[in-house]
């Protein structure tokens, strides 16, 4: 005999459909949404831990009880499309078929019963300007760029029905917006381990990579679903991002940190742009562009260089020599230009700046939560997240120039 009223064998094809999709008899308790009068219910868990389908199940249940229409929010509309709405524990798979909604456009579900679901990316934060929903399931929101923009927007949209409630599955990162819902009254907080969820995983998966990271940070933030607010091992703590009290009175540059290629895979083009301010410095802008073509960050680049009515384009030049600097003069060849070279690694060239955060010198104008994310994310193997420090090299060369370099007598625009 098993759990079932009667042997598994023994139950006709209908019984056992009914049994699969019964999802309380299988779901984890911290997989049901909790009890109480709450407005978001942030479900932080580790990687396998059971997220994503705790949300679909969640839509699912939704979508049953006629609530609706229901934002379904994924960083970008391919991760929605393919992990939320397709992937394997994805709102279709949750569903039997009498129930099962049909996808159009890649951009909406509609249910048997007439409940809609909108599919969204946070990206594009204007997207949530006009829509209106009952409910918002928001997946992966500590790694959503521009997320207090998107969802502040998502917001303003959440307007219908009784109850308007909304759903955040993520991987915990202290973000300002993740930070924002956990000092919410309103949130209901819920933290799941990957290990809890072990009945529905590899063994090889818990033996291999659950042992070798177990104990670690990148193991407690990834596995075990803690906040883990600052890496002990970075540069960058968030208690030294100080507010702009003023704006530059000094010389101001652009720093760009070029991909060159402009595919689908290319990093990101750092951008940002910063000036002197007494002894110290403020960074004014991140302008980074995500795969951008080289012509299209050269132009983004020369842009804020007249926005901000600065000196000089810095621009580092490793790999993509004269072609860097014949971008940004293909623009408008009367600006200047500076081109660098690193001769050492990412992290020995970002020592000197971060000592002048440690000393109080470099203040933030608002808006910069991606550059601080990434800052706080910089280790010593001189990525961020695993992935390129765009942003992180862009802001170096920019403080490096104003600060570090900045003893030595400059012409205005050399």
């Not at 929903?133 to 502040?152: Q, S, T």
Request: aromatic share 6%; glycine share 10%.
């Amino acid at each position: 005999m098993t759990g079932f009223a009667k042997p598994v064998n023994a139950l006709s094809a209908e019984e056992l459909e009914a049994e699969f999709f019964d999802w309380p008899r299988w779901a984890l308790p911290k997989q049901l949404a909790p009890p109480g009068d709450w407005t978001t219910w942030l479900l932080m868990g580790g990687r396998g831990s059971g997220k994503t389908r705790a949300g679909a199940e969640w839509v699912r249940s939704l979508a049953r009880d006629g609530i609706g229409p229901i934002a379904l929010v994924g960083e970008t509309m391919k991760e929605a499309v393919e992990i939320m709405v397709r992937g394997d524990s994805g709102i279709l798979s949750v569903h039997p078929d009498e129930e099962r909604p049909v996808l159009r456009g890649n951009n909406r579900l509609i249910w048997p019963n007439g409940v809609e679901g909108a599919v969204m990316t946070a990206s594009d934060p204007e997207r949530f300007r006009g829509p209106q929903f009952a409910a918002a399931w928001c997946d992966e929101a500590a790694k959503w760029p521009n997320a207090e923009a998107a969802f502040d927007q998502l917001q303003f949209g959440l307007r219908l029905g009784e109850h308007p409630r909304q759903l955040v599955t993520t991987t915990p990162r202290p973000t300002k917006l993740i930070k924002r819902l956990l000092a919410d009254p309103q949130t209901a907080v819920v933290r799941m381990a990957t290990v809890e969820n072990k009945a529905q995983l590899a063994p090889n998966f818990l033996e291999a990579v659950v042992a070798r990271y177990r104990g670690t940070v990148l193991g407690r933030q990834e596995l075990d679903g803690e906040l883990i607010e600052d890496r002990p091992d970075a540069l960058w703590q968030r208690g030294l991002f100080r507010p702009a009290e003023a704006g530059a009175d000094g010389r101001i540059v652009v720093a760009v940190d070029p991909p060159v290629t402009g595919h689908a895979r290319s990093d990101a083009c750092g951008i940002v742009i910063a000036g002197r301010c007494g002894e110290g410095a403020v960074v004014l802008e991140d302008a980074t562009l995500k795969r951008a073509a080289p012509l299209t960050w050269a132009r983004r680049a020369v842009a804020a260089f007249h926005a901000h009515r600065a000196d000089a384009i810095v621009v580092e030049v490793n790999q993509g020599g004269d072609l860097v600097t014949q971008m940004i003069a293909q623009v408008d060849a009367n600006v200047p230009v500076r081109p660098v070279r690193a001769t050492r690694g990412k992290w020995l060239r970002a020592e000197p700046v971060a000592a002048y955060y440690g000393r109080g010198l470099v203040t933030h104008a608002p808006g910069l939560t991606a550059l601080e994310d990434e800052l706080c994310a910089f280790g010593p193997d001189g990525k961020a997240d695993g992935h390129s420090p765009d942003r992180v090299d862009a802001l170096v060369w920019a403080l490096t120039d104003l600060l570090v370099d900045g003893t030595r007598p400059r012409v205005r625009g050399l």
